[in-house]
C-alpha cells in the first residue's frame, strides 16, 4: 500500500533519472560519538533503502556518488574501510539487484579501484547485464574535471573531425554515454557545492539540497525531493510562457 507522501507524487512527472551527492557519514558519525567508518557503514544501509525505495517509485536510473577522485586523499584507514564496504555491498547485493531487475553500472577511473574491489565490480556488473527495470550507476573514483579530460583524451585519439564535435556527439566521450540527462540532483548534508561531480551533465538539472545526514536519508526523505521536484518549472533557456505552450501541444 501507498504511504500518505507518496500518494502525493504525480507519476506523470517522475524525474527519470535522480543522481544524489551522498554526504555526510562523517557528520552523522560525530555527532553519536562513533567513529568516521562507522558512519560510512550506516550511510550503507542508506544505499540499500533508497535504490529499493527509487525502484518502487518507478524511476528509471540513479546514480550515486560513492567515491571521489579526491577521496583517495583521506586517510587511509578510511580508504581501505571504504573500499571493503563497496566490495561487501557488491557481493551482498548482486542477487537482490537481479531479482529487482536493477541494472549495475560503474563510472570513473575504476581502474584506480583496488584489483579485488575492481574485479567484484565487474562481475555484479556483468550478472547484472540483461536487468531493465532501473539502471544503478555508481560513480567510483571520479571527478568531474577528470572525465572531461578523458573524454578530450578520447577524441584526440578518435577519427572525429574539429568541424563535426559538438555537444551532443562530445557527450558520447563521456563515460555516462548511455545514461539519461540527470533530472534531479540531490545533495545531503545542507553542502551548497557540487564537488566535482558530473560537471558537464548537470547543466540543467533540477538541484535539492536537505540538511538530513546521508545515514538517516530514506525513502520519506526521497518522495520529498521529488514532490520539491514536481513544483519546478524546467525552462532550458526558454520563457515560462513557451514552455506552458508547450506542455498544451
Ligand atoms: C560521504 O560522507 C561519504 C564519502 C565522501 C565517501 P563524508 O565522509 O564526506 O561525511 P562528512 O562530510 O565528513 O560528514
Ligand atoms: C563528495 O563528498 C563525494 C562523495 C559524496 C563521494 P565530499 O565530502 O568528498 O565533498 P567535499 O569535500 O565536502 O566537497
Ligand atoms: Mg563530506
Known amino acids: 500500500m501507498k504511504g500518505k507522501l507518496e500518494s502525493l507524487l504525480n507519476n506523470n512527472n517522475l524525474p527519470r533519472h ?22 560510512h557503514r550506516e550511510g550503507m544501509r542508506s544505499v540499500k533503502s533508497v535504490v529499493k525505495a527509487a525502484k518502487e517509485l518507478g524511476i528509471k536510473a540513479v546514480t550515486l556518488y560513492a567515491f571521489s577522485a579526491q577521496n583517495w586523499r583521506r586517510p587511509k ?7 571493503e564496504l563497496l566490495k561487501q555491498y557488491l557481493i551482498k ?5 537481479v531479482e529487482k531487475g536493477i541494472k549495475l553500472n560503474a563510472i570513473g577511473r575504476l581502474w584506480e579501484l583496488p584489483p579485488d574491489v575492481y574485479q567484484v565490480l565487474i562481475e555484479t556488473t556483468e550478472k547484472t547485464v540483461d536487468c531493465r527495470e532501473m539502471t544503478l550507476t555508481l560513480a567510483l573514483s571520479y571527478g568531474g574535471r577528470e572525465e572531461i579530460v578523458d573524454a578530450i583524451k578520447k577524441i584526440i585519439s578518435s577519427d572525429i573531425s574539429i568541424e563535426e564535435l559538438n555537444e551532443e ?7 555516462t554515454a548511455d545514461l539519461l540527462e540527470p533530472d534531479l540532483l540531490i545533495r545531503t548534508s545542507g553542502e551548497m557545492r557540487l564537488s566535482n561531480f558530473l ?9 535539492y539540497v536537505t540538511k538530513t545526514l546521508w545515514p538517516d536519508f530514506r525513502k520519506r526523505h526521497l518522495i520529498k525531493a521529488i514532490l ?16 506552458r505552450k508547450r506542455k498544451v501541444q
Open 18 to 39: 535522480i543522481v544524489i551527492i551522498m554526504d555526510g557519514n562523517g557528520r552523522w558519525a560525530r555527532r553519536k560519538e562513533l567513529d568516521r567508518i562507522s558512519g
Open 77 to 83: 584507514d578510511e580508504v581501505d574501510a571504504l573500499m
Open 169 to 175: 556527439n562530445f557527450s558520447k566521450f563521456l563515460y
Open 93 to 97: 547485493e548482486a542477487n537482490t539487484l
Open 228 to 243: 520539491n521536484y514536481q513544483n519546478r518549472e524546467r525552462r532550458f533557456g526558454l520563457t515560462s510562457d513557451q514552455i
Open 199 to 207: 560537471l558537464w551533465q548537470l547543466a540543467y538539472t533540477e538541484i
